[in-house]
């Protein structure tokens, strides 16, 4: 089992940055791909990004590439997302989520944070 929560979610202007955190606790972090996805009101949960177990690779959707980043820090067994020049299109729910093999899809990862909320205002 591992356990994951989610933390660093806000309101933010347009144009700003925000930092989300995902810690994880239980069976050894390290050995999880880890990925974020996003859900807007009324909108299907989407893949925003993953990475694998060594940090060496990463995947983004389109809509986030060259403004988001993640990354984790296996010693503090935490994944991070970066967001910048952040655009009200982005509010939504973010959550980080683990599992096998960094997968666009969220059927792949088997454990979940509880998702904290973005909030992009224009």
């Known amino acids: 089992q591992v356990q994951l929560v989610n933390s660093g979610g806000g309101l933010v202007q347009a144009g700003g940055s925000l930092r989300l955190s995902c810690a994880a606790s239980?069976?050894?972090?390290?050995?999880?791909?880890m990925g974020w996805f996003r859900q807007a009101p009324g909108k299907e949960r989407e893949f925003v990004a993953t990475?694998?177990?060594?940090?060496?690779?990463?995947l983004y959707a389109d809509s986030v590439k060259g403004r988001f980043t993640i990354s984790r820090d296996n010693a503090k067994n935490t994944v991070y997302l970066q967001m910048n020049s952040l655009k009200p299109e982005d509010t939504a729910v973010y959550y980080c989520a683990a599992g096998g093999s960094s997968s666009w899809f969220s059927y792949e990862y088997a454990y979940w944070g509880q998702g904290t909320q973005v909030t992009v205002s224009s």
């Open positions: 239980g069976r050894t972090f390290s050995s999880y791909a």
């Open positions: 990475i694998n177990w060594s940090g060496s690779n990463t």
